[in-house]
């Protein structure tokens, strides 16, 4: 009987779905001759009634390498642990095994982020469902993998903002303050700002001094440069008055109260820097869009490789990259976050050429 | 003696400054052979000291076409009759005038906004500095010109963002909120929304009612479709609960006390819609970056004609462009603001294309 | 009963055919109720069979805005009227008559350039089959219209090319031959060149002494700048030796013959000018991709009011837009070529601007 | 007393030259406090009379990190060991190390190619002149590091082409060719083809089959994909009837006479297609405009290394990336050529993706 495949997307949108969808589709149906059932919403599709599943050939994937979103549809309404379950069901597992077996699919090739990964995992180990992973995230913040697709391209757009800014900037002697995606960690921040040319960048992982951000853009005005560019991630916060970091249990609620972190940083600049501030806030245009070829050509390799571990029957892996080679990991290591190393060549080029971290 | 003319821009960035610049030194210095002088940050290069201006020549010009941004430097810094005079200066334009003579301009190319315009008209009529007048504004609201270059540029960028928050929109089942600029007008926020397939479109020209904009995406949910892209110009506001406008006396403090026209739409929607709504503010990326094609066309032959009202020393004029072609009017009509016209076929065609405009 | 509108796009793709065909769609259902029936590949979907057609709702039209290309597929197989006949046909207009009485089609909307308007103006014409027009070139070429759709997306196309061939050729010290299209009209080299800073600028209806581009190339040479960019149109070729353009009947056999007109310019250049030179054929990427907002606005007019004109019974007449004004002409103008006029404003600009236009 | 040291880009241009010399400024002026020389045009600057060569300051490098080409100029001029000798000269490396001892310069770093950094290496062996070479190639051809700047950028054009040729393509019925750079090697058309969605990539790797590649077009004709997109490196040439590639010593004349990879490719599909083909010939644009972020922080980090290897003394050594970590390795392996490998991870992923690659 021929074999049939599930395949999901979870979690936020990252330019590049498509493409791993569309690289498993191909190889599993041309090559391997399965069945590829697409799923709706995440694992909603099949835990919701009605359910919505549908049948993925050649043609439902053929043009869709170029296109941002995804196919499937994604969701981001809780933990599905926690959804009701249908009368005389005990648990969200067994219900899954069960929706599985009654529509004939083997395993499922989930793709998304560390969210929708342990969910994945959890299902293997309560009731043996087959699962594959593949990892999203545009932060690219995963240890497992060198690269995540989608992060470049949220790189890209973030550094056309900047390139743009800087006209207006020098122009008028201000300062931008650009707010990019980064929750956690500061991955696109640095990225983006290094390639963007960005005066000042701040990241979750290096809480900062307001005070030597001002001394930065005094600096530079005193030689006559009247304007500076400052990147802050979504997650960036200024240090405790003592040096330290921001308690965790703190960070959203500070964040969320003051407006998010480009107004943070600016009331914290206000009164200390003689010039205006702007903010633009770039929000989900980092996840949208078409992917750049990287990323589309990460994906699709992604997707390919996912089909091989299924039919190798290597269950309970997620594909990754390392040293340009694409090979897989256990799903249980998928899920530790690669944070930005302070004392990382990265971070040591940055301030070579010349830029304020907010800190020694 | 070879006639020297000054050159400078004022007010807000605008994609094309460099265009005019150019424009108007190649054919002033090659057609003409007039020295142009390049004046630095708007009017304040002549009159702070230490003065601060540049011969423009072929070289200095030869490469800035495509450039955003303004080699000349603007300034947003206050009135400039407002500012403290040297010793023994009674007025503005008498000391400007002095300041002229010394420099041996005998005239000013004035490329900017209606303040700018203004500012030029007041010198001419207070001591008769010869000034010919470009206009600049990213909103194209001016009332004497059917295109303002900047607008098409600052409309693309826009445009660009509709398209890639529609794909991370339907992906999520979003409401995504996109402020654009337009503090008066809303004429970015109708040709980016008209071009980007906005579902709801906020100018400031019409007050807008939130049971209006709640319903249009409810509605588009009950069809199925669980997102909706709305674009907000960043002076749009809610109508009072009479219906009537907010008075203008009250715009800039509601929008300030709101957090900027996206966030008040979306406290206006709270509890109105059922889905996670999301923002982008482009901020000053509308007014950064290389300008689009047309605007450096249109640019540059503002840039040429302003040489040739000076040659024919037509001053007190200000460049237009009617039916695609290049005159000028007098420079008192420069500063009427052009609204979007409720009843204009633009507007019309939104509805048939069936945007919500957020009142009828 | 309920009217059934048939639509279709002829000739080579341009930018906006979808947004007219959405256009029209959103209006001819919501607001009139019609049944707007898709034909496939221009008038083949009806003549050859089986035919091949679709009914359009929103569904169809919801998503195509911003795409390239045309849903309805085009088709270049030459002239229909000298297609074989179904048997007992006489001929192609009491055929295709009779197949639109069959489909209960009762007119046809035709997107297309001006051989796809002969064919629908002299269907009309022989057998009274009602038509609205809809132009359509990227050449923006046509005396009915200020501004054809697809026009501003290819200029961008071309001028990015040059942006991007400045830095490369400046760096490298070389000739960069940029051939864009334009068979028969400069418009689109012309507007490139002006906006990508083109030093020569080639089009069909200014003949040009090589000479004279050499002369051009030196003196720039001779001030260190050692390196030129030269726009040639597609079409434009040397003035014969007594300085007449080259005769209707020759050009494209002479074209062809030369390898196409960068290819031409190369040979005529060689020996005359002292430096490496390079051609890029932009070809057909001046007609693929997403159009540009400006032209996505123009064809939602374009494709609205073509549904007013059935609305009124106004068949046998073409969209148009003059002086920002969406109206129409009688079909029989459709076909009427705009050329450059060598004495129009855009080309003095362009001389002012030190644009060589290989003659006086 | 201070350092001084030069740099300079020899041969093609590719993105991401400035942000070397941006990158190497930075470090080399603020860590190590050295006088930067930039020397013109290649070794040109310091061969020819008279001398060309610039202090290189912050101020100069300041805004350089997003431009394309190279702000010192290169060049194609061949063999500076081939060039006249100023009189009483012997040898070009005497020569130059005069002229570097007169300039008090210590050394040089070398940015470009195999053929520059082969004339780095004989400088440095035959007189002892200290060179330390960054490498650069947008062909990503050389077997010492994982990646050269200029790489992805070059791969973005061409697969941004792709995506503009697919939507004219699809609505066409036409076969549309896209010849991109790579005259030894296809990384560019593998890389480019693969993120484009091409149905046939052809290389210089893999010498092609007319046949194989006519087949591909009609499989997908018969499936009713009228259509189909072909990537072809200019160095890519059919086999020899008997199988075998071209004899390299033919190749360079066969494509000349051909007119291109381009053509060639057309002329042997010629009758065994029916379908219309066009080509499009990106040449130059694959070498210009602004480097996408990931070159401009790989450009940066080996400039800021060239710095680190001065500083230690190590001349002699080239700078490259290997497992995302930038090092170096003698000079003497700079040259040795990476081609693409038909047994790769990447040609397999290509064939799952059903690419014909002309060969089996």
């Keep these: 009987m021929t074999r049939r495949i599930g395949i999901l997307t979870g979690g936020g949108d990252a330019p590049g779905l498509n493409a791993v969808i569309r690289g498993f589709t191909r190889r599993a149906v041309r090559e391997f001759g399965w069945q590829v059932v697409g799923i709706f919403d995440s694992f909603n599709g099949l835990i919701l009634e009605p359910r919505r599943t549908q049948r993925l050939k050649d043609d439902e994937v053929r043009k869709i390498l ?42 499922l090739v989930v793709i998304g982020g560390d969210g929708t990964q342990k969910i994945a995992l ?85 809480p900062y001094d307001p005070a030597r951000v001002a001394a930065k853009i005094q600096r530079r005005q005193r030689k006559g440069r009247c304007y500076s560019i400052v990147v ?59 992917p750049v070829p990287s990323d589309r050509l990460l994906a699709t390799r992604f997707g390919a490789h996912a089909a091989d571990l299924v039919a190798a029957g290597r269950w309970g892996r997620m594909v990754r990259i390392r040293d340009d080679h694409v090979d897989s990991i256990p799903l249980e290591q998928a899920a530790i976050t690669r944070f930005v190393d302070p004392d990382s060549e990265l971070v040591s080029v940055a301030r070579q050429m010349l830029v304020e971290l907010g800190s020694e």
């Excluded at 056309?160 to 500061?186: C, F, I, K, N």
């Excluded at 003592?242 to 407006?259: I, K, N, Y």
């Excluded at 940083?265 to 003689?274: I, Q, T, Y």
């Design 66 to 107: 170029a296109w941002g979103g995804t196919i499937l549809g994604t969701t981001n309404r809780g933990d599905p642990f926690d959804f009701p379950l249908p009368e005389g069901r005990q648990d969200l597992s067994s219900h899954l095994a069960q929706v599985l077996a009654e529509e004939k699919i083997e395993g």
């Design 122 to 206: 959890r299902l293997m180990q309560e009731r043996g469902i087959p699962v594959v992973g593949v990892p999203k995230t545009i932060d690219n913040d995963l240890s497992g993998t060198d690269l995540t697709f989608g992060f470049q391209s949220a790189v890209c757009v973030a550094t056309e903002a900047l390139d743009r800014l800087h006209t207006t900037a020098e122009s008028h002697e201000r300062v931008m303050v650009l707010e990019v995606m980064g929750r956690d960690t500061g991955h696109i921040a640095l990225h983006a700002g290094l390639s963007g040319a960005a005066d000042v960048i701040l990241i979750p992982e290096i």
């Design 232 to 290: 802050v991630a979504e997650g960036a916060l200024p240090a405790e008055p003592d040096g330290r970091p921001v308690a965790e249990a703190d960070r959203s609620r500070r964040l969320r109260a003051g407006g998010g972190a480009a107004q943070i940083l600016m009331a914290a600049l206000e009164g200390r820097v003689d010039a205006e501030m702007r903010a633009t806030v770039l929000g989900h245009l980092q996840r949208g869009g078409s």
